[in-house]
């Protein structure tokens, strides 16, 4: 016989643990309060252990509620990927992601994703519009801001700078040529918010731009207009990453200018206290935290 606490006392904590509410955890369960204060203290009563700190006010995991959580929910999610197995029944998280973002940042990593987390389903809408999510557009969005989002929960993501990347094939055809010759010769590859200008003074090459300019309004655009060998481009950190991982573009210089926008993560309240809403902002967080 195994030596589980019954399972109505663990969804309880479950609940709490993730919602940080007592209420909140019983209008998820559709039980009464004092439904799951009583199943709290029957497991704490079963373990020897306090799980909570409570105050009037707030609700707070112990150290050993940190381990017990830790410890189980991999294993609660992997139950409800069996049991989603027969029901077909999926939970959708909705994000709407800039088209950039979504496409070099985050549809490369959901093949692993989804194969770790089998019964989450990620929609993703490209758009540059502003979406409600508090009226409910969207669950979780990325955006690309000078100042923070109104949001029910709004982070700050990612900060970013440009700086020149082009294809190695390019580099080649230009020639053996040095810093100040090569952006003479080079067609410049621009973001229609961020021109050359600010770039070229910092790196002292006195060089106008607007001779050999091409500019684009997307940041994808952008990058494969310099992946197709058509010029250098002033591009995003954020967005070149895995390209120059990959070897498929190369920074032309070490020298960079900051970005005066950000990257901000917006949820909602369901995205924020729904077991599947925080796996997928973890996700999120994961993908840009090393820069």
């Known amino acids: 016989m195994r030596k589980i606490p019954p399972i109505h006392l663990i969804l309880a904590f479950d609940a709490v643990a993730r919602v940080r509410s007592f209420n909140k955890?019983?209008?998820?369960?559709?039980?009464?309060?004092?439904?799951v204060s009583y199943r709290i203290r029957e497991l704490e009563k079963s373990l020897g252990i306090s799980l909570f700190d409570r105050t009037t006010r707030s609700v707070a995991l112990t150290a050993g509620g940190v381990h017990l959580y830790d410890q189980m929910r991999g294993s609660l999610d992997t139950l409800e990927?069996?049991?989603?197995s027969f029901t077909g029944q999926r939970d959708v998280v909705r994000i709407s992601a800039l088209p950039s973002f979504a496409r070099f940042?985050?549809?490369?990593?959901?093949?692993e994703f989804h194969r770790t987390h089998p019964v989450v389903s990620?929609?993703?809408s490209p758009t540059?519009?502003?979406v409600d999510i508090d009226e409910g557009e969207a669950d979780i969005a990325i955006r690309y801001s000078k100042s923070t989002p109104l949001a029910f929960h709004?982070?700050?993501?990612?900060?970013?700078?440009?700086?020149?990347?082009?294809?190695?094939?390019y580099l080649a055809q230009m020639g053996n040529l040095g810093l100040e010759a090569l952006f003479k010769e080079a067609h410049l590859l621009s973001h229609s918010r961020q021109?050359?200008?600010?770039?070229?003074?910092?790196?002292?090459?006195p060089v106008s731009p607007a001779k050999r300019s091409l500019s684009f309004s997307d940041t994808g655009f952008l990058l494969d207009a310099a992946l197709n060998l058509q010029g250098i481009a002033l591009g995003r950190r954020s967005l070149a990453k895995?390209?120059?991982?990959?070897?498929?573009?190369?920074?032309?210089?070490?020298?960079?200018?900051?970005s005066d926008q950000r990257y901000f993560l917006l949820a909602s309240e369901r995205a924020m206290i729904s077991r599947h809403g925080r796996t997928v902002i973890e996700w999120i967080r994961s993908l840009v935290h090393d820069g």
Do not use: N, Y
Request: hydrophobic letters at 45%; one cysteine or more.
């Open 105 to 111: 940042r985050m549809i490369p990593e959901l093949p």
């Open 242 to 258: 895995r390209l120059l991982r990959d070897g498929s573009l190369v920074r032309v210089s070490d020298i960079a200018v900051p």
């Open 25 to 35: 955890a019983a209008d998820e369960l559709s039980i009464s309060h004092s439904t």
């Open 128 to 130: 540059t519009r502003r």
């Open 195 to 205: 021109p050359w200008d600010s770039w070229l003074k910092k790196a002292g090459i």
């Open 122 to 124: 990620i929609e993703i």
């Open 81 to 84: 990927a069996a049991f989603a």
């Open 154 to 169: 709004c982070e700050p993501l990612l900060d970013d700078e440009w700086f020149p990347v082009t294809a190695p094939q």
